[in-house]
């Protein structure tokens, strides 16, 4: 309760805020939605949450690197202290392993991050004559498009070309107006990889006047990936910046930690929109350890080619349509994907339909490990029945 005389003299209609200017873009903006957590559906099902496996959101199957599990461990008693805000340690690390500076690197509270970060600093803010315009590929990441209109930017979504990105198709799409080109590569959810000589082509060809956003988020799956930062690193491209993350083959989403290469002064630029504090310790505890597990590494590629080996055999047997995929995940076709979804998920096997990404006949299955991918498989026939 309110203590007496406290209470507002003026009555506001209870629950309305329509008063408040809140910013337009946000009226039609869509609602990123996650792959479904494990506690949720245990208790929409009454079952346990142990016995449900989660293959939606291209995590490791495996967990965490077991020497980032050490080190937060010893590093749990630091968490009363802010932590280094600017990342110093990790920074030099990751810019030795990469062959690049600690000048060249952003870091964020997941690549996510990152994307918001080239909002701001290209979409965002007065003095623009036009309203800017940002291109993306169809069946691109769904955080692009969420981005491109929380800054109210125009979405400018080029057809994609065997589910992949049409680079060329791209390139025509861009005018005086585009600011940010987003391309995921691999891309993510469709796991096509664009043919290596069209990227060159394209990053030579993009305007130095467009920022060229390479998310490579799924880079470390490649058993032969191209190396870009040099582009960056010799600044022969200034206005590209490559994207990648620690959630994925390092098995660290939890945790949210990602970063781009970048030219030095754009970084400069970023740093200024970053929290001070946007990785906390254990994230940068965890990355930092991570970086020496190759074991790890090596065990979760091994067994993502073989997991994805495991589902083209299965999907070629039953007969459905699947996109071969460069990632840790896989798109099968399987009639109504949002009906597929709901009859695995009662198995206990939590995958994501692809309604949100127009492919409403599609569902996506991330790489488990082989007993996950067996469980799954077990769970997609039965849903087929
Ligand atoms: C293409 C792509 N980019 C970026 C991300 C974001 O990764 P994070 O924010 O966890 O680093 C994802 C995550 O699924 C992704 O698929």
């Known amino acids: 309760m309110w203590p007496k005389g406290w209470l507002p003299t003026r009555a506001c209609p209870a629950k309305s805020n329509k008063h408040l200017k809140i910013n337009p873009a946000l009226n039609d903006l869509p609602v990123y939605q996650p792959g479904r957590p494990i506690e949720e559906v245990a208790r929409e099902l009454g079952l346990p949450a142990a016995g449900i496996i989660k293959l939606a959101s291209n995590e490791n199957p495996f967990g965490p690197s077991p020497l980032a599990l050490a080190a937060m461990q010893k590093a ?53 004559t036009a309203i800017p315009d940002v291109v993306v590929s169809q069946y691109c990441f769904a955080v692009y498009p969420i981005v491109t209109k929380l800054f109210g930017a125009n979405l400018i979504t080029v057809p994609a070309k065997n589910y992949g990105h049409d680079l060329p198709a791209m390139l025509k799409a861009i005018t005086p107006r585009t ?13 096509t990889r664009a043919p290596r000589e069209e990227v ?63 030219n030095p002064a754009f970084v400069a630029a970023l740093e200024k929109i970053r929290q001070p504090f946007n990785l906390n310790l254990l994230a940068q ?19 993502n080619f073989a997991g994805l080996e495991f589902f083209e055999r299965a999907f070629r047997d039953l007969k459905l349509e699947f996109i071969p995929s460069a990632a840790n995940f896989i798109l099968v076709r399987v009639g109504n994907g949002q009906k597929i ?45």
Request: proline share 6%; glycine share 10%.
């Open 285 to 303: 505890t965890a990355a930092l350890a991570a970086l020496d597990d190759a074991e790890h590494v090596r065990k979760t590629r091994q067994n």
């Open 76 to 128: 749990l008693a630091g968490v009363n202290l802010y932590p280094d805000g600017n990342a110093f340690y990790l920074k030099q690390k990751l810019a030795a392993k990469l062959g690049v500076e600690p000048a060249n690197l952003i870091l964020g509270n997941g690549s996510n991050e990152i994307i918001e970060f080239a909002g701001h600093a290209l979409l965002g803010g007065g003095g623009a």
């Open 200 to 262: 060159i082509r394209f990053i030579n060809e993009v305007p130095d006047d467009v920022l060229l956003v390479m998310d490579e988020a799924y880079i470390d799956f490649l058993n032969d990936p191209v190396d870009l930062s040099p582009l960056v690193h010799q600044n022969i491209r200034p206005n590209l910046i490559l994207m990648r993350t620690f959630s994925k083959i390092y098995g660290l989403a939890g945790l949210r930690i990602g970063y781009g290469i970048g």
């Open 179 to 191: 600011r940010i080109v987003f391309v995921a590569n691999p891309n993510n959810p469709t796991g």
């Open 341 to 385: 979804f709901e009859a695995i998920q009662k198995q206990g096997v939590i995958v994501r339909p692809m309604g949100d990404y127009q492919l409403p006949e599609w569902i996506r299955i991330s790489i488990g490990t082989p007993q996950e991918n067996e469980r799954c498989l077990a769970a997609l026939k039965t849903a087929l029945k």
